[in-house]
């Protein structure tokens, strides 16, 4: 039997998207945003159907996010977003995820170790969760069919560990409220009369708390004997290994279980220990874009262990919410390539001809092209390159190691730059105007040549740096005019890349991202950045520095072949960077930024697997600077507030300064260096960019007299918290001549 | 004083006896008609039929009357484009009676009439819509409705016409909240002439309105008196309204002339005296300088 977990829901042009902005402009009314909303429903309905899945997951639609939409099911609202009696119930519901005038809107954190953001569920003193149907009255379902649907939730355990508790509440004191809210909804759904229901609890994949294990066994035990007999609970986990967490699944009767076998193949040897009656099986990734490898698919499922069981469904790992909708719409992309994917709409086809394969074994055309795909990838010579193999194979100890260690390097470009004692400089973007962005698309539509662009880019170069040097900036950078985005402008220069026309995936609400594909091995066909830097530094006599994005980013950011491990995608990504970083420095550029902004999302779910993980990424950071002298100074830059737990390996990066973000938590962050004893220069953010406000002189001074008392004065950078590229420029020169002014007040005091 | 007359598609598609019916009310100048709109396919042709026939034989804008109830947003484009065709300008939008009084949007359909009013006006249409003296059949009550008249004001329609109504009072209430609220309507009472005793309680009924013991026992039965008493009655009303400020009215016609007529020409000979013309506004100033 074949089944989905869910399907990705912004329509397949991202229809939902464009309508939602235009209701929030008042453009369209709610009438027409839900009859988009119904025919985006409708569409994914009918491509299972036609796909012939046997148990298709309905309510898998969220207008935002599904753990907002349990938030107000379950009337956990904060309680800051006072009801607005009159309003309709879809605008509150807007007005929880996008904020309100001074209200601000709730938290939106990553969903696990994905790219999609869900909002956080706020657990107050005054929480009083209660089933609330009024998002109901929105809920937007395929006409019932008993028997084919099953109704998608995600579960009570997985909302309350991903939850956070306001000041001084334990959120654990509402748990038994929350299993009373949930079972009336549960109810609430039996009473429309479905009768399979999916609750999702991917929270089993990582590590539990007690007091999580203890919820489960609180809620589960009871729950069925709560509910009609008739209803059948499919209890589904995904994005990890249910190892520790099997006894719980155990102690309750489920109708299945469902365990992703994909993310991490040693979950299956949780099968055996699974009591329910029937299983399922995640066995396609519901994560990449890959066409399956039919073969290896069928030997894998054959050989599992599932005698046991009365019915095993095969299904995605995860929901497909993560890929895009279907490989129809990709027109740019060639024939060959085009086979080898597999979006949304071709997994599920992928999945029925599992299922009727296993129970007639007869060899349809669908399936001896799938086969000819795989076989064609595997010989393809765009994705083996003898050359990068030869490359990676041979490389030593040495590839990764600086000549000499931070203290020895510190004092060669301390002599080399002589730069004044708290340094400043920016992340690296500078604000990206209208015009630039008219040029880029100019030269897309071929309405301007190569060179006109190329033209108008230098003038924005050079304007950027006139303004630098005014505001009296110690090292300047180019400003990255000519980037459309971090990780697209190097995939677009790099070979074993390609790029969708509609491949976009949810990234939050309505916010959608287009990941690039690396379907080969890559390499560097010639300088990507070198001429524009170089460009840039002829224009100054104060310090260029090149701007280069890190291998692991350009790995979390894209969609990763599945023919070899992410380790050995990333090292080739590190070999083509590490090939720039040598070019820059070759044409007089010495100070080299590589930015690892994705650096902790890659962090595996289970706390087990971070050693592994980190070794290599910090490994290909190395790999891809160490190549230069010690008098040329390497920095990265780290976007993310969390360091106390990976503060070791950012050491181990070894780059000679870093920037982070830090002004939001008044340089609290600094702490986990302090503590570490960090050695190497830090840069920590005074200006939190993602608000337009312009902060003052003196408060910049109070966050640089702090950050004096956490890190050495000669390691002290003063930087801004993140890239300018989102902000104005009025501001960004306001703000950097306060930082540069304070800067130069805390230098006064120092000499005198 | 500005007039409008309400038509009907008739069931036998005389249109033509309708036009004879229009031509004898013309010459009062009405400012606007209507045509209604019944539900599927078949009564949309007719009404159709009827708006066609009836511009052919006036200037003046032709109205259709449009509901949302049963449709989706598709069929209400399939209707927008025929509109469209008939240069019609004018819609008077009204959601339109549910079975069981339990208003279901259909799927793909308008969730409320405010929504259907916003897209009609975004179409290009100048958008009428209803208002009630008298709460609604599935109405929550007064101040619900004052509060949907209001959104579907903000929604963009221009003016509001009355359900009928005899217990004139009521009439206060509407005009006085109108203005409290600041809701930038042009409100068109809706004027009933029946001879028939029986047919306005029927239609009284239909609508979930009362009628007063002082309405029913001004009819005997005899059909002489009962034009007589039912003329009177419209005139009175109008005269109330008049004096509430609002000088807009709509005539449902009922697809008859002759008692339209025979009031009609009683105000127009009476019109000599020119009367002051008030608007909701002013209304309720002079009625707070009264109070004070």
Redesign the interface.
């Known amino acids: 039997m074949s089944t989905n977990l869910g399907m990705p829901r912004v329509g397949r042009k991202r229809e939902l998207k464009f309508a939602t902005e235009k209701y929030w402009r008042q453009e369209i009314?709610?009438?027409?945003l839900?009859?988009t909303a119904?025919?985006v429903v409708d569409d994914i309905y009918k491509q299972q159907v036609n796909a012939g899945i046997d148990l298709i997951p309905v309510n898998d639609f969220s207008f935002y996010d599904r753990v907002l939409d349990l938030c107000c099911l379950l009337g956990m609202t904060p309680k800051r977003f006072q009801k607005n009696v009159?309003s309709f119930y879809l605008d509150e519901y807007f007005r929880l995820a996008r904020g309100d005038g001074d209200i601000a809107a709730m938290e939106m954190t990553k969903w696990f170790d994905t790219n999609y953001h869900y909002l956080v569920p706020e657990v107050e003193a005054t929480s009083n969760p209660a089933f609330s149907n009024q998002l109901f009255a929105q809920q937007i379902l395929p006409e019932l069919d008993t028997e084919k649907q099953k109704f998608c939730l995600i579960g009570p355990v997985t909302f309350l560990a991903l939850a956070k508790g306001a000041d001084a509440v334990d959120k654990y004191a509402i748990q038994n409220k929350l299993s009373k809210a949930y079972l009336d909804l549960l109810k609430h759904i039996e009473g429309l009369g479905y009768e399979n229901i999916q609750i999702e609890e991917p929270i089993l994949g990582s590590d539990l708390s007690l007091k999580d294990k203890g919820f489960f066994s609180t809620f589960y035990s009871e729950l069925t004997e709560n509910l009609k007999a008739n209803t059948k609970i499919h209890l589904v986990t995904y994005f990890g290994n249910v190892e520790g967490n099997i006894d719980l699944i155990s102690s309750t009767s489920f109708e299945s279980v469902h365990l992703d076998i994909i993310t991490d193949e040693s979950n299956i040897e949780n099968i055996k220990s699974i009591t329910s009656k029937n299983i399922s099986l995640g066995i396609i990734s519901g994560r990449n874009i890959w066409r399956l490898n039919w073969e290896k698919t069928i030997e894998g499922i054959v050989s599992l262990p599932v005698e046991n069981f009365e019915t095993v469904y095969l299904g995605p790992s995860t929901s497909l919410q993560h890929l895009p909708y279907s490989i129809e719409l990709e027109k740019k992309i060639d024939d060959e390539l085009l086979s080898w994917l597999a979006f949304a709409k071709e997994k599920i086809k992928e999945l029925s001809l599992l299922a009727n394969y296993l129970s007639n074994e007869s060899l349809n055309d669908e399936i001896k092209i799938i086969k000819e795909a795989n076989q064609t990838r595997q010989s393809s010579n765009r994705v083996t390159k003898a050359d990068v193999r030869e490359r990676m194979s041979g490389l030593t100890d040495k590839d990764f190691e600086r000549n000499n260690v931070f203290s020895i390097r510190q004092d060669a470009q301390k002599k080399k730059f002589n730069f004044p004692i708290l340094p400043t400089t920016t992340i690296g973007s500078f604000p990206q105007t209208t015009d630039i962005r008219k040029a880029r698309a100019n030269l897309t539509k071929g309405e301007i040549s190569q060179q006109e662009y190329e033209s108008f880019m230098q003038e924005s170069i050079v304007e950027c740096i006139k303004i630098q040097e005014d505001l009296d900036l110690d090292v300047l950078v180019h400003g990255e005019p000519e980037r459309n985005d971090m990780v697209q402008y190097f995939g677009e220069l790099l070979s074993g890349f390609a790029f969708t026309s509609f491949g976009w995936v949810q990234s939050y609400g309505t916010r959608c991202v287009k990941p690039p594909i690396i379907y080969g091995d890559v390499e560097r066909p010639e300088a990507m950045t070198v001429k524009w830097s170089q460009f840039a530094q002829q224009n100054t006599k104060k310090v260029m520095k090149g701007m280069l994005t890190g291998p692991v980013t350009i790995l979390q950011w894209s969609f990763v072949r599945d023919d070899q491990p992410r380790k050995d995608t990333c090292y080739q990504i590190a070999l083509a960077i590490r090939d720039e970083v040598k070019d820059l420095e070759d044409a007089g550029i010495h100070v080299i930024q590589v930015d690892e902004a994705a650096f902790r999302e890659g962090l595996p779910v289970r706390r087990a697997q971070w050693n592994e993980y980190l070794k290599w990424a910090v490994d290909t950071f190395r790999l891809t600077t160490a190549c230069v002298e010690d008098s040329t100074q390497i920095h990265s830059h780290m976007c993310y507030s969390e360091f106390n737990d990976v503060i070791e390996d950012i050491a181990a990066m070894d780059a000679d300064v870093i920037s982070i973000e830090c002004s939001r938590s008044n340089m609290e962050l600094l702490k986990a260096f302090k503590d570490f004893d960090y050695p190497n220069e830090i840069g920590p953010g005074v200006w939190d960019i993602h608000s337009p406000r312009v902060p003052s002189q003196g408060e910049i001074e109070n966050l640089i007299e702090k950050a004096k008392n956490s890190v050495k004065l000669e390691n002290l950078w003063i930087n801004p918290d993140c890239g300018l590229k989102t902000r104005g420029w009025p501001e960004v020169k306001n703000t950097i001549e306060h930082m540069v002014s304070a800067t130069k007040k805390v230098r006064e005091q120092l000499s005198s | 004083m500005r007039i409008s007359y309400e038509f009907f598609p008739p069931a036998d598609l005389d249109f033509k006896r309708v036009t004879r019916h229009f031509n004898k009310l013309r010459s009062f100048k009405p400012s606007f008609l209507s045509v209604t709109f019944g539900a599927g396919g078949s009564s949309e042709n007719k009404s159709l039929g009827l708006l066609k026939e009836l511009q052919a034989h006036t200037d003046v804008d032709v109205a259709t009357h449009l509901t949302l109830v049963g449709k989706?947003?598709d069929d209400i484009d399939a209707i927008i484009q025929k509109l469209k065709i008939l240069n019609v300008k004018t819609v008077v939008a009204i959601r339109g009676d549910s079975p069981n009084n339990l208003f279901v949007?259909v799927?793909?359909?308008?969730?409320?009439t405010?929504?259907?009013v916003?897209?009609l006006k975004r179409n290009g249409f100048e958008v009428c819509v209803s208002a009630y003296p008298e709460p609604h059949p599935e109405s929550e009550g007064f101040e619900f409705d004052l509060?949907l008249l209001q959104n579907k004001v903000e929604?963009g329609a221009s003016r509001a016409i009355t359900q009928f109504c005899f217990d004139l009072p009521k009439f206060d209430r509407l005009v006085e909240s109108i203005a409290k609220k600041n809701i930038n309507v042009k409100l068109i009472p809706g004027i009933m002439p029946v001879t028939s005793i029986k047919n306005i309680l029927r239609m009284a009924d239909r609508c979930g309105i009362g009628i007063s013991k002082s309405v029913t026992k001004r009819f005997n039965g005899n059909l002489s008196d009962d034009v007589k008493a039912a003329k009177e009655l419209c005139l009175e009303q109008i005269e109330y309204l008049q004096n509430l400020g609002l000088d807009d009215f709509h005539f449902y016609t009922l697809n008859r002339s002759d008692l339209t007529y025979s009031i009609l020409k009683e105000i127009k000979a009476n019109e000599i005296h020119e009367h002051k013309s008030w608007n909701a506004k002013s209304w309720q100033e002079e009625r707070i300088k009264i109070r004070n």
Do not use: R, V, W
């Not at chain 1, 009314?29 to 027409?32: D, K």
């Open positions: 009314t709610a009438s027409e839900l009859a119904t025919d009159q | 989706s947003i949007p799927k793909k359909g308008f969730i409320n405010s929504d259907f916003a897209y509060q929604a």
